[in-house]
């Protein structure tokens, strides 16, 4: 299971932090990953991070977000800068090839001016 924090409503160009502990799997092998859904889209990786420290990011956030783990603490982070109105979206941590039973309630990311 997977558990997520720090959303909220935030101006364009402002900034999130956002946090999540995992319970019930074996988090330092895994490739954690946090995973996004828009109203009225599918939902997309976003970024994801190999126990080993190896990251990859969608196009779209290159260069904005940051993704990190600590496996001391089965926990994963995403530190979101310069934000778009069109990073809206539910934000879901879960493995890269995810979970499909630990999926948390998300945790809700509103760019708006």
């Known amino acids: 299971q997977f558990v997520e924090s720090g959303g909220g409503l935030v101006q364009p160009g402002g900034s999130l932090s956002l946090s999540c502990t995992a319970s019930g799997v074996y988090f330092t092998v895994i490739t954690a990953a946090w995973w996004r859904r828009a109203p009225g889209k599918q939902r997309e990786l976003v970024a994801q991070?190999?126990?080993?420290?190896?990251?990859k990011y969608e196009d779209s956030v290159k260069g904005r977000f940051t993704i990190s783990r600590d496996n001391t603490k089965s926990s994963v982070y995403l530190q979101m800068n310069n934000l778009r109105p069109e990073d809206t979206a539910l934000y879901y941590c879960?493995?890269?090839?995810?979970?499909?039973?630990?999926w948390g309630q998300g945790t809700q990311v509103t760019v708006s001016s």
């Open positions: 879960n493995a890269a090839v995810p979970f499909d039973d630990a």
């Open positions: 991070i190999t126990r080993g420290g190896d990251i």
